[in-house]
């Protein structure tokens, strides 16, 4: 299957996704809003952010976060013999929510843009090492899905999800880097403002 191809369909449903949600609501006008921490946890990374999540609806809601994304791609990278670094970024997802006895199962999709001075090494065969710092641009449209504990006599709740996606270098200053399908694991804490 063509790359570009696939990163433009799921480009076009997160649009579609957000465009919908945005309509609903227009209609219901809810205004709950919960306020959260999440670490997400991917080979490569960590990624801790501070989220808001405002609902459209019962059942939908939109999540934004801030956060860093500190990177250590060890032997991953087919561009490099090592890659370290980090940075700073910000992300938008649209989740749908489903009732489960104490808690619900949530499904999502989001897209995060990150800024990431990325450290590489390189060994070269009967030379010195070579390395150097590369600036990129990175997008990540990825879908979650998981399930939120809500704790009893608590207006909080505790999620675990987990995520799968795709990072694109979409500007890169430097020696190219690695992009790459990723999945991840995110811990998440979440307390509404409402109640």
Sequence with gaps: MNTHFLYTFMISIFLNTIAQAQSDNKELNLKVTNLGLSVQ????????TVNLEQ???KRSSLVYRLGANIVDRQDFSTEND?????????????????????GEIIAGINMDVWNLWIDWRDKLPFQNMT?????????QPWLETGYFFHLKNSN??????????????????????AQDWIASVTVQYVLSLNK
């Design 41 to 48: 946890v991917y080979p490569a990374g960590i990624i801790p």
């Design 55 to 57: 609902y459209l609806t």
């Design 82 to 102: 090592e890659e370290k670094g980090g940075g700073f970024g910000a992300s938008i997802g649209y989740r749908i929510h489903y009732p489960l006895q104490n």
């Design 131 to 139: 390395s150097g710092t590369t600036y990129t641009l990175v997008l």
């Design 156 to 177: 909080s709740k505790i999620g675990i999800t987990t995520g799968f996606g795709r990072e694109i270098n979409t500007i890169v200053d430097g020696k190219q880097v």
